[in-house]
């Protein structure tokens, strides 16, 4: 029988489980609502997804270069301990080829695509079931160049911060390194100030020129004051105006055009940034770990 929209959407909210998953169930099941929910607890997936709604905070980011194509992604878990874990590792790494190659344009999109023997999300579920702990991929952007530019990639921390660059006109991938190295360690948060939205601008004059009266300043100094002031917040969010951590003479635009390229883009991603994590302490999860909660 044709399964509807409506079935396959029930069928999500009831057990947590993927849409092709629960599609599958139900096809496989003629439509039977209960006998698909038992359809997936019996191959693994309702034990995925009852674990939906924990947080997943920990995990890593992955980078990956293949030709004129770069990657950077983050998979997250709930645990420290399973990021370092091997097949927790291996999964990243399916996810990630099978993600290079197909190009998706979106997580919903790339958990559809092939891998291994199925798709990334029946992957992401298949190791929910294994490792014991909720699984998720969070994030993702594909980077492209041409054959005389070059990508730098740069992790730390085993992967708790990844950074990938594009530097065009350049083929030195050392010298974009050295510039992912330097966003890893300051954090910009923008590659110019083309980047910064007008609104974020207008709040920091606003707030700069509330200081500046406050100091007693005249009016008349105080615009010349806020142009000032604000060049230097833009030096501080702005990755081309930061002086580069190696040559602190050198701005990070400096830097890279006395090497004859170009910074066009870069991308950061840190583990768990901007999600709420639970508070467990330290014997807590060790339990957690031991229960195979």
């Known amino acids: 029988m044709a ?17 092709m998953d629960c599609k599958k169930a139900l096809e496989a099941t003629n439509g039977d609502m209960d006998a ?19 947080i ?9 270069v293949e030709g004129n194509k770069g990657l950077v992604l983050e998979i997250n878990s709930e645990t420290d301990f399973v990021a370092k874990n091997e097949k927790f590792l291996d999964l990243v790494k399916v996810v990630a080829d099978a993600i290079l190659a197909n190009e998706p344009k979106s997580v919903e999109e790339a958990l559809t695509v092939s891998a291994g023997e199925g798709t990334v999300e029946s992957v992401i ?22 054959d005389n530019d070059s990508f730098g990639t740069y992790s730390h921390m085993g992967g708790r911060i990844g950074v990938i660059t594009l530097v065009e006109g350049l083929t030195d991938e050392e010298v974009a390194k050295d510039v992912a190295m330097h966003v890893a360690a300051l954090n910009p948060k923008y590659l110019d100030e083309t980047q ?5 601008l207008e709040h920091e004059k606003k707030v700069l020129s509330e200081q500046a009266l406050n100091e ?5 100094i105080v615009e ?5 002031r604000l060049n230097k917040y833009l030096e501080e969010i702005c990755l081309v ?28 991603y840190e583990v768990g940034e901007g999600i709420e994590k639970k508070e467990d302490n330290f014997a807590e999860e060790v339990m957690n770990q031991v229960r195979g909660n």
């Open 125 to 146: 579920n298949n190791g929910i079931a294994t490792i014991g702990e909720k699984l998720s991929l969070r994030r993702f952007e594909i980077l492209t160049k041409s």
């Open 36 to 54: 698909a929910i038992d359809y997936l607890r019996e191959n693994g997936i309702a034990k995925a997804a009852k674990k939906a709604d924990r």
């Open 56 to 64: 997943a905070a920990e995990g890593i980011t992955y980078l990956a």
């Open 241 to 268: 105006k930061q002086k580069f951590v190696k040559d602190d003479s050198l701005t990070v635009e400096k830097f890279v055009a006395s090497k004859g390229g170009k910074l066009t883009k870069f991308v950061r």
């Open 3 to 19: 399964i509807t929209a409506s079935q396959v959407k029930e069928l999500r909210e009831r057990t947590g489980a993927g849409m």
């Open 216 to 220: 007693g300043k005249p009016a008349n």
């Open 196 to 200: 910064v939205p007008q609104e974020e």
């Open 224 to 228: 010349k004051m806020i142009v000032g």
